[in-house]
Every structure is written in C-alpha cells, then in structure tokens.
C-alpha cells in the first residue's frame, strides 16, 4: 500500500526539510568546501617541492588514483557497516589531510599526502552519496540534487576565499583555519546523520566489490559521459575563450562561473522539478539542454554566445549525474553502496582522465570541435534515460 502523502499535502512539505537531510548535507558542504580549499594551494605546493608542470600533472594524477583506489574500498565498507558510519569515519580522517599537505617537504611524502587526500575525498563521497539515498528512502521525496548543490557551494566558498587567506594570513594559518572550519561542520553533522544498518545481501555483495548486473555499469557510463563535459569545462573553458575566441582574461574566467553559478542555481532546484516529473523525463530534458549549450560552446561566433552555451550546459548537466548516483543506490537487489562505488569511480574518472587527453586531441583539432564533438556523450546518456526509473524507488 502506498502510504505518501500527496506532494502539495501538509505532512509532506513538513517533512522537506529533516535533521537527516541537513546532516547529510553537510558533509557535501564539508567535502566540498576541502576540495576547494586545496585548488588555491596548488601553485605554493608546487613550488615548495619544485615541482614542474610534468611532475605537478603527476601528483595530481596521484590524487586521482587515491580516489579510485579508495571508492570501491568504501563501497564494500558501506555494505558491512552502513554509510552514516563510513561517512562520519571518512570525514574525520579527511579532516587533518589539508595540514599534511602544507606541511610535507618531500616529493615522496608530498605523493603520499595527496594519494589519502583523494583516497579520504573519493571514500567520503561514494559514503556521503550511499547517505543521502538512505534519506531518499526514508523522506520519500527526492533530495541529492540539493545535496550536490551544497558540494558546489562548498567547493566556491573554499576556493573563492583561499587565494585571499593564503595571501593575508599565510599558508599554515589558512590550512589551520580550513581545517577547524571542516572539523565544525563535522560536529554540527555527527548526530544528525541517518543511521543506517549494513545492507542485508552484505554477505552477498559486501566482498565482491565489482557486481555482474550491467545495470550499475551502464549508469557509470551515463556518470561518466556527464562528467567529461564538466572536467573539459573547468579545465579548458577558460583557455578556449581566450585562445580561440580572444576573449580578455576577466571574461575568459567566465567559463567556469557561468558554468557552475546556473549548475548549482538548478542543483537547489532539481529535487522539486525530480518529484513533480520523476527522474526520467528530468534526465530527458536536462540531456536536450545540455547538448544544445556544447553545441553552442563549439558553433560560438562570439565570447556572448560561448558564454551564454556554458551557463546552458550548467543547467542540462547540473541533475543528471545526482540521478545517476541516485539510481545507482537504488538498484534491486543491491547494497547501495556497491552500486555507487561503481557509479562515482567511473564517472569522476571522467574529471581526472579525460583532460590530459582532451588537451592532446586539441592541439590537432582546436578546443571548438572539441567542445562540440561532447555533445555525442551527452547524447548515449539521453539514450540511456530509461534506467533513470531506478532514481524513482527511493519514493516507493
């Protein structure tokens, strides 16, 4: 029997906000807000170790190998011991890593510092995520578009404030302060945190970490073929307007923003526009928009319209990768966090790899082709919106 009450009832518009629901966002608020933090801090860290470009690009691949080493571990942990616990577990180790990296003074032990903080940033994600589908099923309601949006308000709030702390107060008392800001929100978030019990098919699915139902593949492919976009976006963006549409240095960083202010503007907006049109359609129309804005990022005549193409592609890509992870911990028969360790490894692959390559391509074909060639990405994940129903049990 379905017990729910309609979406305009009083019970239900008491229930939108939870103590669950502002625990699990704030740990997004707090992973967010360190991965920010650490964006500034990379030009001293490079020079503290004397880093060059090739060797820098390294580390920074480091810390993409810590993620997707540590993301199907937390998965296998979430299905023995649930997500608040992984979670909450994460988090506290994640907490000192900003230090360790201010403070290392070799290359070894720099590698070994940003290996756990990607490691410690991957496992808290995949756990963070596994939570907020947890709450999905206990609210009956959809809430991880917003629980990605705190991410993104995290991850400006620790970028756009770092350059200016590192500057005034220097690197350590920023890192200390970063640290006991992190710490705080940790605090707030301990005890509101949805206890959830390990997943009963544990026994099952809690030791083989890769599953054998292509379900959980095919959404790491929709994840996947999202997040390219993004990772071209924040690291190309910039570079494509100045380079190939002589745009000056202020307007070429409104790449990003323009990308990331309508991306976290529709993440806040994306659970109510998910309830009342459920997963699929969302998905539908979000992809449609998302292909129009790469196409008008490639076609641009003009730094206007690129610009205008990147906040498009912010709003169409903004909720389909919180439907994937949705889905993805919430397929039949499976611990949730197997499920999402898949979907999160393979589509934040997609941030940490594909740029190096998109760089190697446009040296022979120019960042426009590229830009637009991103579109066909966009276009399997329309083509794949049918398993978004999955994100839709939480509300069963």
């Known amino acids: 029997m379905d017990t729910r009450a309609p979406l305009n009832s009083p019970i239900r518009s008491e229930k939108f906000i939870t103590r669950e629901?502002?625990?699990v966002s704030l740990l997004f608020l707090m992973n967010?807000?360190?991965?920010?933090?650490?964006?500034?801090?990379?030009?001293?860290?490079?020079?503290?170790?004397?880093?060059?470009?090739?060797?820098?690009?390294l580390m920074i691949l480091t810390f993409g190998l810590g993620s997707i080493v540590m993301m199907p571990l937390a998965g296998s942990q979430i299905a023995r011991f649930g997500s608040s616990q992984v979670?909450?577990?994460?988090?506290?180790?994640l907490t000192p890593t900003l230090l360790f990296l201010t403070w290392v003074g070799g290359i070894w032990t720099g590698a070994i510092a940003i290996f756990l903080f990607g490691g410690l940033i991957g496992a808290m994600d995949v756990a963070m995520n596994a939570n907020a589908v947890s709450v999905e099923k206990r609210m009956r309601r959809a809430i991880m578009s917003s629980c990605h949006a705190f991410w993104s308000l995290g991850g400006l709030i620790g970028s756009s404030t770092g350059g200016f702390l590192i500057e005034h107060i220097g690197v350590s008392a920023h890192a200390i302060l970063v640290t006991a800001l992190a710490a705080l929100m940790i605090v707030a978030a301990w005890r509101t945190v949805l206890h959830d019990a390990p997943h009963p098919d544990e026994g099952h699915h809690g030791k083989s970490r890769l599953?054998?139902?292509?379900?959980?593949?095919?959404?790491?492919?929709?994840?996947?073929?999202?997040?390219?976009?993004?990772?071209a976006i924040l690291?190309?963006?910039a570079l494509y307007l100045r380079n190939e549409l002589a745009a000056s240095v202020t307007l070429s960083g409104?790449?990003?923003?323009?990308?990331?202010?309508?991306?976290?503007?529709?993440?806040?907006?994306?659970?109510?526009?998910?309830?009342?049109?459920?997963?699929?359609m969302t998905l539908r129309v979000c992809s449609v928009i998302a292909i129009l804005g790469l196409l008008l990022i490639g076609f641009a005549e003009n730094t206007?319209?690129?610009?205008?193409?990147?906040?498009?592609?912010?709003?169409?890509?903004?909720?389909?990768?919180?439907?994937?992870?949705?889905?993805?911990?919430?397929?039949?028969?499976?611990?949730p966090g197997v499920g999402l360790s898949v979907v999160t490894t393979m589509g934040y692959s997609g941030i940490l790899v594909a740029p190096?390559?998109?760089?190697?391509?446009?040296?022979?074909?120019?960042?426009?082709?590229?830009f637009a060639a991103l579109s066909i990405l966009i276009a399997v994940a329309l083509l794949l919106s049918p398993l978004a129903r999955h994100a839709d049990n939480a509300h069963h």
């Open 21 to 23: 629901r502002v625990g």
């Open 32 to 57: 967010g807000f360190m991965v920010g933090a650490w964006a500034p801090k990379i030009p001293e860290f490079a020079s503290r170790l004397s880093l060059d470009e090739g060797a820098l690009g």
């Open 87 to 93: 979670s909450k577990w994460t988090a506290v180790l």
């Open 211 to 231: 599953p054998l139902s292509p379900l959980p593949w095919l959404l790491g492919i929709m994840a996947l073929f999202c997040m390219i976009p993004e990772g």
């Open 235 to 237: 690291d190309w963006g």
């Open 254 to 280: 409104f790449a990003f923003a323009a990308f990331s202010l309508t991306m976290a503007a529709m993440r806040f907006a994306g659970d109510l526009i998910r309830d009342r049109f459920g997963a699929v």
């Open 304 to 335: 206007a319209m690129a610009i205008a193409g990147f906040a498009l592609t912010g709003i169409g890509i903004s909720n389909i990768v919180p439907i994937a992870f949705s889905a993805a911990g919430n397929l039949p028969g499976m611990a």
């Open 356 to 370: 190096s390559a998109i760089g190697f391509i446009a040296e022979h074909t120019g960042l426009a082709v590229i």
